[in-house]
């Protein structure tokens, strides 16, 4: 079976392409050889057919003018964001804020959710930090915990006003559809903060939307959240406590 996988392995690390890293899992016979595919790609490492990137991650390098071409932070980015074509990280922190317009500072570190345990990486141009997270990950989920996520933090982006912040929120929370509000507020329930779910309740109640009762029922009614606020311009922020 070894002598079959190592004849396989060009074509098998033709899966991913040039620059593309992957893991063991490119390999079909994986699943039922794994011993047999680590050797052969222990194999392909030291005939520099394939480079080891960290621990069970790969490429295949491309040479250019001056040499080797390393793997790019795009790429590295790229495969902790998603695995095996399925979607497990989404960009959070002040990347995020910064893609969404919310402030125009650039960070170094790039913070991304994951559900596997918190790591720092340097990346030679920029940092790479996984943050642990509970809430399932998938590209139906992500928009909403992008939502909760700023909400959580929405006195802490950078050179921000709070009220901007939570402005353009309520603008995302008006394209929902009722079952994604309805979704967004269980994972409020199950993974978030009572600040955070305080301020998605009066939110929701800003844009006349369903508010599930157990959102409410969730929070201490003599705990106070001071998000500073003008609760002229809020009138919803009384009920939800929020001042």
């Not at 790039?110 to 141009?125: E, P, S």
Request: hydrophobic fraction near 40%.
């Amino acid at each position: 079976m070894s002598g079959f996988l190592c004849f396989q392995l060009p074509h098998a690390a033709s899966l991913a392409p040039t620059g593309r890293i992957f893991g063991y899992e490119i390999f079909p016979q994986y699943r039922d050889s794994a011993g047999a595919v680590v050797r052969a790609v222990n194999r392909g490492v030291e005939t520099r057919r394939l480079e080891r990137i960290e621990k069970g991650r790969f490429y295949k390098p491309r040479n250019g003018a001056l040499g080797e071409v390393p793997v790019s932070d795009e790429e590295r980015l790229r495969d902790a964001l998603y695995r095996n074509g399925r979607r497990v990280g989404y960009v959070t922190g002040p990347a995020l804020y910064n893609r969404l317009g919310l402030t125009t500072q650039v960070p170094k570190t790039v913070a991304i959710a994951v559900n596997r345990a918190t790591q720092t990486k340097d990346l030679g141009t920029i940092r790479m930090k996984l943050l642990s997270r509970r809430a399932p990950i998938s590209d139906s989920t992500v928009p909403l915990l992008e939502i909760l996520d700023i909400l959580r933090d929405a006195r802490r982006v950078p050179d921000a006003n709070v009220e901007r912040v939570i402005q353009e929120m309520t603008k995302r929370m008006t394209e929902l559809k009722p079952a994604e509000l309805k979704k967004l507020q269980r994972f409020a329930l199950d993974y978030y903060n009572p600040a955070t779910r305080a301020l998605l309740g009066m939110l929701l109640t800003r844009c006349q939307k369903a508010v599930l009762p157990a959102l409410k029922a969730s929070l201490n009614p003599t705990t106070r959240f001071d998000l500073g606020i003008d609760p002229d311009e809020w009138p919803e922020s009384p009920a939800w406590n929020i001042r």
